[in-house]
């Protein structure tokens, strides 16, 4: 079983920087996790995903201003977000699925298994 726990949200004017935190526990070291995020009125998307080799991939409109990282002590997954639009308003997501060592994750709901509460973050123009 796998927990996930985010903080970091908040509310920021456009060109701002926020970084979102994710503390995990479970078999999170055999896991590839990922950051979704839900705009009111639109479907969960995914933001960034990192694989269990640290393999990073991201979707278009958040590419060269997100960063996803993790470290294994302690037990976190990160979202660096810099240069932040009002078009990244939504409420943030942690994601983790169990995967083999060498997998590539994708940035489809679907693929995971646990996820986190959320945390919201506002992005005023």
């Known amino acids: 079983q796998v927990q996930l726990v985010e903080s970091g949200g908040g509310s920021v004017q456009a060109g701002g920087s926020l970084r979102l935190s994710c503390a995990a526990s479970?078999?999170?070291?055999?896991?590839?996790m990922a950051w979704f995020r839900q705009a009111p009125g639109k479907e969960r998307e995914g933001v960034a995903t990192i694989a269990r080799d640290g393999k990073t991939t991201y979707t278009d409109s958040v590419k060269g201003r997100f960063t996803i990282s993790k470290t294994a002590v302690p037990d976190m997954l990160y979202l660096q977000m810099n240069s932040l639009k009002p078009e990244d308003t939504a409420m943030y997501y942690c994601?983790?699925?169990?995967?083999?060592?060498?997998?590539?994750?994708?940035?489809?709901?679907?693929?995971?298994?646990?996820w986190g509460q959320g945390t919201q973050v506002t992005v005023s123009s």
């Open positions: 479970g078999w999170t070291y055999s896991s590839c």
């Open positions: 994601a983790a699925v169990v995967c083999s060592r060498g997998s590539s994750p994708g940035l489809g709901r679907s693929e995971y298994t646990y």
